[in-house]
């Protein structure tokens, strides 16, 4: 049963990521989604960072990755950390 403010945790695949192929997910292994009263921590910075960086996928994820975190620690108490993924 997840803990209040968050969503269930899914298993990830381990797998090797085929050149030009970028994974965004919004936790890492073993931590589950943050919730709180506007919805996920993940999808509203992920927005706003897009917004704010005129569309730039890393930079949006660069905005969004310390915010999610502290929103995560100070709201949830828990810890989330969005990772970034990227095929060579």
Do not use: H
């Not at 890492?28 to 996920?40: H, S, V, Y």
């Not at 996928?57 to 969005?82: C, H, I, N, W, Y």
């Amino acid at each position: 049963v997840p803990s209040p403010g968050t969503r269930p945790k899914r298993a990830a695949r381990a797998a090797l990521l085929p050149a030009g192929v970028t994974v965004i997910s919004a936790a890492g292994p073993g931590q589950a989604c943050g919730l709180d009263k506007d919805g996920g921590l993940f999808t509203r910075y992920f927005l706003q960072g897009l917004k704010e960086r005129d569309g730039n996928m890393k930079a949006a994820f660069d905005f969004l990755e310390p915010e999610v975190k502290k929103a995560a620690r100070t709201a949830l108490k828990t810890s989330q950390g969005p990772r970034w993924s990227q095929g060579l």
